[in-house]
T-cell receptor, first 116, second 115 residues
Framework: ETGVTQTPRHLVMGMTNKKSLKCEQH?????MYWYKQSAKKPLELMFV???????ENNSVPSRFSPECPNSSHLFLHLHTLQPEDSALYLC???????????????FGPGTRLTVL | AQSVAQPEDQVNVAEGNPLTVKCTYS??????LFWYVQYPNRGLQFLLK??????LVKGSYGFEAEFNKSQTSFHLKKPSALVSDSALYFC?????????????FGRGTQLTVWP
């Protein structure tokens, strides 16, 4: 395993529900990421967190709300989703190296989300 | 705009034959380059990366990748394919100096190795 866990692994929700996805990393990293993976499309970066700052993709709808209480945990809160939000949501973590060196990202297994 | 192209959605090879999964990119400067693999119902696993130096990079599971600056390509290769190599492969690039290590991914190439 990669040292990044995600729960739940599968989630089915209605459009009026509120749910949260959880990610935890045990690698001592200080940057965490949420990606959306849809069929036949490149991975879409949704949010990035580090101790220093948060970077948000401007195209992410407000029905997705991230939370990073500490460097090991990352949440994605979901509310009033649409059927087109059905996808695999992947969490990743890495060292953030201010020198700009390329630290690879380690991915969790993902949460398969289905919105009815 | 930054972009990564994997021109083949699907690559099929027979076990024991060499395999190549292609990747080209359009990114300003000299980016860092990565390959990831995804098995069914799993997250992405890091295979290898190019930072600088030798154009041939060796990675996990016998994979290697060749960086070609003039062609802006970073093709993944393996001399002898295994059935267990069948998976979805993603090329990714990170512009040097990008905010928080942002990666740009290709659409992925499904590799199938026939016994």
């Amino acid at each position: 395993e990669t040292g990044v866990t995600q729960t739940p692994r599968h989630l089915v929700m209605g459009m009026t529900n509120k749910k949260s996805l959880k990610c935890e990393q045990h690698l001592g990293h200080n940057a965490m990421y949420w990606y959306k993976q849809s069929a036949k499309k490149p991975l879409e970066l949704m949010f990035v967190y580090s101790l220093e700052e948060r970077v948000e993709n401007n195209s992410v709808p407000s029905r997705f709300s991230p939370e990073c209480p500490n460097s090991s945990h990352l949440f994605l809160h979901l509310h009033t989703l649409q059927p087109e939000d059905s996808a695999l949501y992947l969490c990743a973590s890495s060292h953030y190296l201010s020198s700009g060196r390329a630290a690879e990202q380690f991915f969790g297994p993902g949460t398969r989300l289905t919105v009815l | 705009a930054q972009s990564v192209a994997q021109p083949e959605d699907q690559v099929n090879v027979a076990e024991g034959n060499p395999l190549t999964v292609k990747c080209t990119y359009s990114v300003s400067g000299n980016p860092y380059l990565f390959w990831y693999v995804q098995y069914p119902n799993r997250g992405l696993q890091f295979l290898l990366k190019y930072i600088t130096g030798d154009n041939l990079v060796k990675g996990s599971y016998g994979f290697e990748a060749e960086f070609n600056k003039s062609q802006t390509s970073f093709h993944l290769k393996k001399p002898s394919a295994l059935v267990s190599d069948s998976a979805l492969y993603f090329c990714a690039v990170r512009p040097r100096g990008s905010t928080l290590g942002r990666l740009y991914f290709g659409r992925g190439t499904q590799l199938t190795v026939w016994p």
